[in-house]
Every structure is written in structure tokens, then in C-alpha cells.
């Protein structure tokens, strides 16, 4: 079973780091996986879908290229046999009258075979 520190860190009763397990460290991982992570590392460049998707999400040829990040995060979960991108189920839909657009796909957990679904809202500036 998966395990990982709870986001945000915290502490547990006993006082050590708290940690996530299962379904909740999953979720945690494709999330972070997702984040904008810009950062000066030069190991780390271009691990995240980065801070473009805050700015234009209303620009198609933007949402290609987080569709071609997403895909590329995935191939390295499935090196990592942590899970598998079921690619036809990508989707982008507007939101009526809000402004924002919402990003739903499904994937697969390779360890317990179990198919989730991930759906997270974006709008421009936050």
C-alpha cells in the first residue's frame, strides 16, 4: 500500500509526521503531479503542467499542451507501475457562468486495478 506525508504537513498524536496511505496518497501524487511546479532546480524543470494553465486556459492550443503534459506525467507513473492514463477520457468543459473550465479523466491504479476519476476546475488567475 502506497504511503506518503499528509499535505500539509502536520503532525500525528505521537508527535512524528503525519502520513497518507492508499486512495488519499494517490490522490495526493497525481495532484502534485498536476501543480505548477516552476521552480530554479535545474534537475527539476518541467515536472509539473506549470503556471501557464492559470493565465489562458481559454487558448486550445494551451490545453493541447497540458493534454501532451498530462500524458507525459502518466508515461512516468506507468514506468513507476503506479498508474495508467486512460487517454480517451480526457475532457475540458466550460463551466456556465463561472469562468472556469474543468479537466475530468480517469486512470487507472496499476496496484489494485481499480479505475479513479480525476476532475479539477481551473479559472484564469488563481
Known sequence: MPTGFKLPLKENVSGGIALSKGDENNDKIV????????NLNSF???IGIGQDMIFDLGDPALRGLLVV???KLFARFELQKRFKLLTDTLQWSEISNSGELQLKFRYM???TEEEKLFSKNFKAGE
Open 31 to 38: 495532484k502534485l503531479g498536476l501543480a505548477a511546479t516552476d
Open 44 to 46: 527539476q524543470q518541467n
Open 69 to 71: 503534459k498530462i500524458k
Open 109 to 111: 491504479d496499476i496496484e
